[in-house]
Nanobody
Framework: QVQLVESGGGLVQAGGSLRLSCAGS????????MGWFRQAPGKEREFVAA????????YYADSVKGRFTISRDNAKKRVYLQMNSLKPEDTAVYYC?????????????????WGQGTQVTVSS
């Protein structure tokens, strides 16, 4: 079993940067691909980025491509989301999640474990 705890959210002005961190637990953490999702008020949860179990493959939603970078450190059991050039429309609760699908997935249905989320607010 994997437990996930996000941190690093906060309030930032448009154009600014934030780095989210997701701390994992469990001996099998490194065997899971990881993803970041977000959910804004009144909207459905949407895919942001994913990374394979080895870190060798990454995937991004078109809305964040070129601005966000996902990475992982399996020795530390952590996954990161570096967010640059933030926009007000990036405001949401951000969740990290783990999937047994080795190369990751853009579908939330395929993720097995979820964190509690961290709030990101981007002011204009």
């Amino acid at each position: 079993q994997v437990q996930l705890v996000e941190s690093g959210g906060g309030l930032v002005q448009a154009g600014g940067s934030l780095r989210l961190s997701c701390a994992g637990s469990g001996r099998t953490f490194s065997s899971y691909a990881m993803g970041w999702f977000r959910q804004a008020p009144g909207k459905e949860r949407e895919f942001v980025a994913a990374i394979s179990w080895s870190g060798g493959s990454t995937y991004y939603a078109d809305s964040v491509k070129g601005r966000f970078t996902i990475s992982r450190d399996n020795a530390k059991k952590r996954v990161y989301l570096q967010m640059n050039s933030l926009k007000p429309e990036d405001t949401a609760v951000y969740y990290c999640a783990a999937t047994h699908i080795g190369y990751g997935s853009g579908s939330s249905d395929e993720y097995d474990y979820w964190g509690q989320g961290t709030q990101v607010t981007v002011s204009s």
